[in-house]
């Protein structure tokens, strides 16, 4: 699976983006995929996911903010944010794993990554 992040750009505070993830390959329907993000001088932290089986998850402390999609048809991977915070600034990345039973919010368990947008959130 290769994937392209795109959507990034810079917005104020409590607008709102729109990220999409356009994946090409034949295994993208048994996939997980997955948002990260990596704030400068952080690690890589999760966003949220959308399964294979439909399933989402998300991270705690984004969940209301933040809504995955996914469309196995287009093969494109969207993450909408609103309320956008100064501390949702960092470089967005989705990831693809390969078939797997459980979600998994680690960013090792994902073997396939785009090379990021950058998302800026001014106070």
């Known amino acids: 699976v290769q994937l392209q992040a795109s959507g990034g750009g810079l917005v104020q505070a409590g607008g709102s983006l729109r990220l999409s993830c356009a994946a090409s390959g034949r295994t993208f329907s048994s996939s997980d995929t997955a948002w990260f993000r990596q704030a400068a001088g952080k690690g890589r932290e999760f966003v949220a996911v959308?399964?294979?089986?439909?399933?989402?998850l998300y991270e705690e402390s984004v969940e209301a903010r933040v809504t995955i999609s996914r469309d196995n048809a287009k093969k494109t991977v969207i993450l909408q944010m609103d309320m956008l915070k100064p501390e949702d600034t960092a470089v967005y990345y989705c990831?693809?794993?390969?078939?797997?039973?459980?979600?998994?919010?680690?960013?090792?368990?994902?073997?396939?990554w785009g090379q990021g947008t950058q998302v800026t959130v001014s106070s």
């Open positions: 959308a399964r294979r089986t439909g399933d989402k």
């Open positions: 990831a693809a794993s390969s078939y797997r039973l459980r979600a998994s919010m680690r960013p090792g368990d994902y073997e396939y």
